[in-house]
């Protein structure tokens, strides 16, 4: 028997299904309600209040002046030119021990640190640890979280001495306070540090450390979610985690494969090693209208110059032709 209660239910539900529904039309915007298509992405420009990114829990960077962060920024463009050097070179060598020498020299170049599988006879890859990584103490999560593991300082907190990426994530922190960060650079580049940051971020990544709850624990996360609303060629793309962590990745497999005396075979994924260097350091012409411009997928460490420049960050652009 069904009470009288669920009875009353089910006769007011229509009613307030229609009251929510006239509500809905009087409050909707009459531009949304003649385009029913419109995408969350392009409703967000019509909003009067923008969403602020997710919290950044690092600080790497952040206090460098425009004249540091464009030496950094140097150094980096230098290190990418060498790796790219040894690899070209590796495509001629005449013994898989040239192909590998070269594939250490750009493991080297990427996070300061020898891989110790060339001299030291490692079968893995050294690499340096998370808090290094992504410069945190620990101490920005959760008071249960830093009661079990502490907040010990990273090992190492100067970029120069954290190859390639230490130097891009360092002169991030300085590109987020001069742009409107990394999570609004990608829908819209306003401004030259607004172009120079979404190029870096092809370069090293769109990742960054933030923090996510675990039951009621606040831990540590690397996330993407930020750029939720990429498109799909975004997410198919290697930009999001970063062309210079793919060409690392194919220094590992080079370093890891036992080649024999197949010395045709590593000068292959040396070429391979030379094509993502190069796309570190040229970009690419992801639309392809004839322009590399520093937008996501796009922009590489020559146009993160040229924007950086134009952004008021000190750094010397004679000789950004391709390389």
């Known amino acids: 028997m069904v009470s009288p209660t669920k009875n009353l239910v089910r006769s007011v539900r229509p009613a307030l299904a229609l009251l929510a529904g006239v509500l809905a039309l009087l409050t909707t915007d009459p531009a949304q309600a003649q ?44 290190l990418t030119e060498q790796a790219l050097a040894a690899s070209r070179a590796a495509e001629q060598a005449t013994s898989v021990q040239e192909v590998k020498a070269a594939a250490e020299r750009v493991f080297q170049a990427v996070w300061g640190i ?70 609004h650079v990608f829908a819209s580049q306003t401004r030259p540090a607004d172009g120079a940051l ?17 039951v009621t624990e606040v831990q540590p996360r690397i996330s993407l979610t930020h750029v939720w609303d990429a498109p799909a060629e975004f997410w198919n793309s290697s930009a999001d985690t970063g062309w210079l962590p793919e060409a690392h990745a194919q220094a590992i497999n080079i370093l890891k494969t036992n080649y024999e005396s197949d010395v045709a075979e590593a000068r ?56």
């Not at 995408?39 to 009067?48: E, G, T, V, W, Y």
């Not at 209040?49 to 230098?78: C, D, H, I, Y």
């Open 268 to 323: 292959r994924h040396a070429a391979g090693m030379r094509e993502l260097l190069e796309k570190v350091l040229n970009g690419v012409d992801a639309d392809q209208n004839g322009t590399i411009e520093a937008k996501p997928m796009e922009g590489g460490l020559n146009v993160v110059f040229s924007a950086a420049a134009q952004a008021g960050m000190q750094v010397r652009q004679a000789g950004l032709e391709p390389r």
């Open 35 to 78: 385009n029913p298509e419109t995408s969350p992405r392009d409703r967000r420009s019509q909003d009067a209040v923008v969403e602020p990114g997710p919290q950044r829990v690092s600080k790497f960077g952040t206090r460098l002046s425009n004249t540091e962060a464009g030496a950094l920024l140097q150094e980096m463009r230098e």
């Open 114 to 183: 020898p891989s110790g599988m060339v001299d030291g006879g490692a079968t893995e890859v050294r690499e340096h640890g998370w808090k290094t990584r992504w410069q945190v103490t620990g101490a920005e999560f959760d008071p249960k979280w830093i009661e079990r593991l502490g907040t010990a300082p990273p090992e190492i907190t100067d970029p120069r001495q954290l190859g390639i990426m230490g130097r891009g994530r360092a002169v991030r922190g300085r590109l987020e306070q001069m742009s409107a960060g990394s999570s």
């Open 198 to 214: 979404a190029a870096l971020n092809n370069v090293i990544g769109w990742t960054y450390i933030t923090t996510g709850l675990k």
